[in-house]
């Protein structure tokens, strides 16, 4: 039995689709669990769409989430002379054909089949033309010859089998005017010259795996496996394109999503294995498998990648946590303080309680991070003189502290307490406000333990 070896085909027409990502995750997936081989190849063939920009894009994007091809990544556009001498090959065999048909012509044919309300297919002209002169103005294109009667069958491993009616396929392009190759020739070619034994691509591909098919057994070339993974849906139900909010990866790093936490929600997004939600990388190659994906859409859902994104962060050891805020606020915000460093990774225990986010995480810890805070009008009228009074009596305790622990804190606040005639909202929230610059967030004591004695007295002084 041949090693498996699947392979991931995007365009560099545009950002990585996260569509297009869990479709890379289950090859490799598929692959790493049969001890096989994962390649990229990057279909740059479309020159004018195709950049550089985009497939620096893709690449990252697998990187990110963990997802490594083997061998260097596959270019497409390298191996058209491969792709055009296959084409002339199936043209002497005669699986092919010269079609002369103007662009005027093919318009018209489209136009017809509109109004009739039917979908268009070539009306094979060129075929077999009898008593018809060869056009000297035009360059030809060359068609395949498709089946014309009989049905066919490819035994999806997803899908289960699935029959068509071969005449609703047309005499498809696999070359252009210009002698470069469509979609349909190149991508057999190329799966063939990579030997790739299961092909795994969304269900929107059926059609073309019929067309390709038929290539395969016109070269007399073993016909790979398919299998047809139903779609993505947006929030609204509707097919997820490359408009739709949160859409690619880039999206997810910005709002500050782990790749563990994407990793595990792609993994299920139209995947389980028995009634298991979290998956490690081990695990994830370990139980991954065809079965296990249904034959329905799946709809994205971005509170359900918030709050696994929750339980990863929860779940990340204090001082990794920290080296991914720091990487996320270099990329996005700016760069932390070398000399706050500390302060956060020992306050990182209760900055991540309740973040769903490195977002959050970072709102949470701006209070250590600036060194000037900034209080709203509305935060402000909240400090009364009732509350200047308790900031003025908590820093004449505070100050004499020769040791700041929680029990010294909370003997000071319930002291403060009974004093006023108040409560912890009463003497915390204040306390919060003035040294945090917002009435949210961590607890009081919490506040107090991460920052440096100076600063909490330098920061309540201003109001007292």
């Known amino acids: 039995m041949s090693t498996v070896a699947t392979r991931f085909a995007p365009s560099p027409t545009g950002p990585l689709h996260i569509g297009g990502i869990r479709t890379a995750l289950f090859n490799w997936l598929y692959s790493k669990n049969n001890k096989g081989k994962f390649y990229l190849r990057i279909e740059d063939t479309d020159k004018e769409r195709s950049k550089e920009e985009y497939k620096k894009q893709i690449i990252d994007s697998l990187n990110w989430i963990g997802i490594n091809h083997d061998d260097k990544e596959y270019i497409q556009s390298k191996n058209i002379n491969k792709h055009k001498e296959v084409a002339e090959e199936l043209l002497k065999k005669g699986y092919a054909y010269k079609c002369y048909c ?3 012509e093919i318009k018209e044919q489209k136009e017809k089949c509109k109004k009739k309300g039917i979908p268009y297919v070539y009306n094979r002209k060129w075929r077999d033309p009898k008593n018809i002169e060869i056009p000297k103005s035009i360059k030809p294109v060359i068609r395949f010859k498709s089946k014309i009667s009989g049905d066919s069958t490819v035994k999806d491993l997803v899908q289960g089998e699935i029959n068509i009616t071969n005449s609703i396929i047309e005499d498809f392009v696999i070359l252009r005017q210009d002698g470069s190759p469509t979609y349909q020739l190149s991508a057999v070619v190329d799966d063939h010259l990579m030997k790739i034994t299961h ?9 073309n795996t019929f067309k390709q098919k038929q290539i395969y057994e016109a070269m007399k070339w073993g016909v790979p496996e398919f299998a047809h993974i139903p779609l993505i849906h947006s929030e609204k139900g509707s097919k997820l394109s490359k408009r739709d909010k949160a859409s690619t990866i880039d999206d997810y790093i910005k709002i500050g999503i782990l790749s563990e936490a994407l990793r595990n929600y792609l993994l299920r997004l139209g995947w389980s294995h028995k009634d298991k939600e979290i998956f490690n990388l081990d695990e994830s190659i ?7 994906i249904g034959k329905s859409p799946s709809k994205l859902d971005i509170s359900r990648i918030l709050s696994l994104n929750e339980h990863y962060i929860k779940h990340t050891d204090e001082k990794e946590l920290f080296k991914l805020l720091k990487n996320y606020s270099q990329k996005f915000k700016k760069n932390i303080d070398q000399s706050k460093e500390s302060l956060l990774i020992n306050s990182m225990n209760f900055l991540k309680n309740k973040a769903k986010t490195l977002e959050d995480i970072y709102n949470n810890s701006l209070y250590i991070i600036q060194d000037n805070i900034q209080i709203s009008p509305e935060d ?4 009364d003189n009732s509350s200047k009074n308790i ?9 004499k502290m020769s040791k700041i622990t929680k029990e010294n804190l909370e003997k000071t606040v319930n002291g403060l307490i009974s004093k006023h005639k108040t409560n912890l909202k009463g003497v915390g929230q204040p306390l919060r406000i003035l040294l945090t610059g917002s009435k949210f967030g961590p607890g009081i004591y919490n506040i107090i333990l991460s920052l440096n004695k100076d600063v909490v007295i330098k920061r309540l002084n201003n109001y007292k």
């Open 380 to 383: 402000s009228k909240l400090i």
């Open 391 to 399: 900031i003025k009596d908590f820093l004449d305790e505070f100050e």
């Open 199 to 207: 092909v795994i691509r969304g269900d929107d591909h059926k059609i």
């Open 286 to 292: 370990k139980l991954f498998d065809l079965k296990g």
């Open 102 to 104: 103007s662009e005027e």
